[in-house]
């Protein structure tokens, strides 16, 4: 499946943006999500993430500010991100596999990533 990520921008600590995933293929409703994000310097790292039924996962430290979901009939999966602190600044990406495992804990193993979506929170 193919995955493009767009929504990011600059925005002030305490705004909000909505970040989109949008995929190619018909099966992309089988598939579990994960938004991942990669700050300069530091290692690429899970943010939340959603199964193909629709449950969903978060990290803590984003735990009640962040939302994700999903649109199967626009294959699509959004990230919505409240409260934004400078520390969310990063490069966001999605990734999808049928294996809601593989996406929460073994994403490091994904050999295709796409270009993110730059999200940076300052003032």
């Known amino acids: 499946v193919q995955l493009v990520e767009s929504g990011g921008g600059l925005v002030q600590p305490g705004g909000s943006l909505t970040l989109s995933c949008a995929a190619s293929?018909?099966?992309?409703?089988?598939?579990?999500v994960g938004w991942y994000r990669q700050a300069p310097g530091k290692q690429r790292e899970l943010v939340a993430a959603?199964?193909?039924?629709?449950?969903?996962n978060y990290v803590d430290f984003v735990r009640g500010r962040f939302t994700i979901s999903r649109d199967n009939a626009k294959n699509t999966v959004y990230l919505q991100m409240n409260s934004l602190k400078p520390e969310d600044t990063a490069v966001y990406h999605c990734?999808?596999?049928?294996?809601?495992?593989?996406?929460?804990?073994?994403?490091?193993?994904?050999?295709?990533w796409g270009q993110g979506t730059q999200v940076t929170v300052s003032s």
């Open positions: 959603i199964t193909n039924g629709g449950r969903t």
């Open positions: 990734n999808a596999d049928p294996s809601i495992v593989r996406v929460t804990t073994l994403f490091a193993a994904f050999g295709s």
């Open positions: 293929g018909s099966i992309f409703s089988v598939y579990a």
